[in-house]
């Protein structure tokens, strides 16, 4: 059973109780998603799966064989920033940076949800297929990713600068 991270195939855990984000950090020594509240209600721990964004401590490994992860770690793999990662630091979109690779996954997955015309519990018109991301819709989106410094105008800048 294999799944593929950033780009690379890894055989999975021969222990299926292994969560995704254990799986990471532990077996292949990816560091950038961290182990937040480990109950899925603070977001440091989200990744892309498939270019969903997911809660990797309440995941399951073994649910992502044959599917790929995109970690922090594998959007500059190059070692070149992301947009979003500069936008990050152009508008000062974190302090201590525990939360930043989750709000980063999390805001690339939130993108992507816009693009496809999924509607947010503050989208005005769910007949239109296309979502004008203000700061309100922007910001309940992505209100299940929490950053304990209040970085949020920050974060609200950087994201709303690239998905413009």
């Keep these: 059973m294999t799944i593929t991270i950033n780009g690379t195939p890894a055989k999975l855990p021969g222990d299926p109780r292994v969560s995704l984000l254990d799986f990471l950090r532990e077996d292949l020594h990816?560091?950038?998603?961290?182990?937040?509240?480990n109950q899925g209600?603070?977001?440091?721990c989200?990744?892309?799966v498939?270019?969903?964004r997911v809660l990797s401590c309440l995941s399951l490994a073994v649910q992502c064989e044959g599917r790929s992860v995109t970690t922090i770690e594998g959007l500059a793999p190059e070692g070149e920033l992301h947009p979003l990662q500069k936008a990050f630091v152009a508008h000062d979109g974190f302090?201590?940076?525990?939360?930043t690779p989750g709000q980063i996954c999390s805001a690339l997955g939130m993108a992507e949800e816009v693009r496809r015309g999924v509607p947010s519990?503050?989208?005005?018109?769910?007949s239109?297929?296309?979502?004008?991301l203000s700061n309100?819709?922007?910001r309940e989106r992505m209100s299940g990713n929490l950053c304990r410094c209040g970085a949020y105008n920050g974060i609200v800048a950087a994201i709303a600068e690239t998905s413009a």
């Excluded at 302090?95 to 939360?99: E, M, P």
């Excluded at 519990?121 to 769910?126: A, I, T, W």
């Excluded at 239109?128 to 004008?132: A, E, I, L």
């Design 121 to 126: 519990h503050v989208s005005g018109d769910l």
């Design 30 to 37: 990816l560091f950038g998603a961290k182990k937040g509240c």
């Design 128 to 132: 239109v297929d296309t979502f004008v």
């Design 50 to 52: 498939d270019g969903e």
């Design 46 to 48: 989200t990744v892309l």
């Design 95 to 99: 302090q201590c940076g525990y939360c």
């Design 41 to 44: 209600a603070c977001g440091a």
């Design 136 to 138: 309100d819709e922007l």
